[in-house]
T-cell receptor, first 113, second 113 residues
Framework: DAKTTQPPSMDCAEGRAANLPCNHS???????VYWYRQIHSQGPQYIIH???NNETNEMASLIITEDRKSSTLILPHATLRDTAVYYC??????????????FGQGTRLTINP | NAGVTQTPKFQVLKTGQSMTLQCAQD?????MSWYRQDPGMGLRLIHY???????DQGEVPNGYNVSRSTTEDFPLRLLSAAPSQTSVYFC????????????FGPGTRLTVT
């Protein structure tokens, strides 16, 4: 399974852009990069995903390097409600086509007022 | 839609007792899965199901059984609880095995003494 490496914690000021890095140097050509977040004690929440191109939705932007060995999640204007653990995940296809999300330890992002 | 629901929210068991963690979704999702979350370990996949009548093992299946008799329900059974099964358990579902977004329930916090 392709593994991901993230910094254990980061801080960001409210209103600024939060940039969360992720290394996935062993990713295969057909594996997607997913980002989820987990706000204290709640179930994880999907944020965004991508394969090769940069992606943007209402929550965040995902920048994937050309060699696909790393990516960055960008929260453009962080608010206090964005304080959470952010997981960078590589989806791994398994038998019967069922997906497996391999969660690492994530980055604990703290947004400071 | 209620989304993914889990019961109970909290449970304390004695070693050797058995119990069932309930999971239900009302979104007509084919794919459902169970994860456990332990401090410093991220989320680990226990069992998953690609549809009614079909289940398979994830990364850490020992000590757990599952069944999927309906599309809506995916209960997780602890056969003989052990202190090592103290954890927070999350159920997740998605429309299909290749859906980008998985929806997680609120979790069940289980303590085995």
């Amino acid at each position: 399974d392709a593994k991901t490496t993230q910094p254990p914690s980061m801080d960001c000021a409210e209103g600024r852009a939060a940039n969360l890095p992720c290394n996935h140097s062993t990713i295969s050509g057909n594996e997607y990069v997913y980002w989820y977040r987990q706000i204290h004690s709640q179930g994880p929440q999907y944020i965004i995903h991508g394969l090769k191109n940069n992606e943007t939705n209402e929550m965040a932007s995902l920048i994937i390097t050309e060699d696909r060995k790393s990516s960055t999640l960008i929260l453009p204007h962080a608010t206090l409600r964005d304080t959470a653990v952010y997981y960078c995940i590589v989806r791994v296809a398994i038998i019967q086509g069922a997906q497996k999300l391999v969660f690492g330890q994530g980055t604990r992002l703290t947004i400071n007022p | 839609n209620a989304g993914v629901t889990q019961t109970p929210k909290f449970q304390v068991l004695k070693t050797g007792q058995s119990m069932t963690l309930q999971c239900a979704q009302d979104m007509n999702h084919e794919y459902m899965s169970w994860y456990r979350q332990d401090p410093g370990m991220g989320l680990r996949l226990i069992h998953y199901s690609v549809g009614a009548g079909i289940t398979d093992q994830g990364e850490v299946p020992n000590g757990y059984n599952v069944s999927r008799s309906t599309t809506e329900d995916f209960p997780l059974r602890l056969l003989s609880a052990a202190p090592s099964q103290t954890s927070v358990y999350f159920c997740a579902s998605s429309y299909s095995t290749v859906s980008y977004e998985q929806y997680f329930g609120p979790g069940t916090r289980l303590t085995v003494t």
